[in-house]
């Protein structure tokens, strides 16, 4: 039997875009309304998608846990964006070192337990717990948490952080 080989193409990659637009696909709803260091672990939000996406959160009941990743548009405003920060341990961090808002990109990215899902007409409202963003964040993205691909055992963290 003679096997034959697919004949592939070397593929090129197009330049990466100097600039990147992207779409809120929802809005975070909580009783939040100002930016806050922390105490996020009991805050309940919600997430309601846009009716566009409501078929693309079939099935998303299924899981614990999400990853949402929001724009932290109230940021965007800050009169300081500093290339470090001290923490309350009092250790310097440069600030992609640490979950500051204030971020060049003001990406926020969270894992959160999915405590409920809801239909509403044409809307899907995920209600989650410990999300760090305010009431009226814009949400980029939403993703299943998934341990065997999101769980680092054994991760590292500097001292005193």
Known sequence: MKLFRLR???FHR???PA????DPIGYVHNEVTKPMPRGWEEVESQ?????????RAFGIEGYSHLIVVFYMDLAA??????KQVTLQS??????LATR???RPNHLGVSVVPLTGVERRGKAVVLR????????GTPVLDIKPYLPEYDSVPGAILPSGS
């Open 14 to 16: 197009p330049e990466a």
């Open 77 to 82: 405003g800050a009169p300081d964006f500093p």
């Open 128 to 135: 989650v717990r410990g999300l760090d963003a305010i009431d």
């Open 100 to 102: 500051s808002q204030l």
């Open 19 to 22: 600039t990147v637009t992207l």
């Open 47 to 55: 997430i309601e998608l846009r009716p566009e996406h409501r078929d």
């Open 90 to 95: 009092g250790n310097a961090y440069g600030i």
């Open 8 to 10: 592939q193409e070397p």
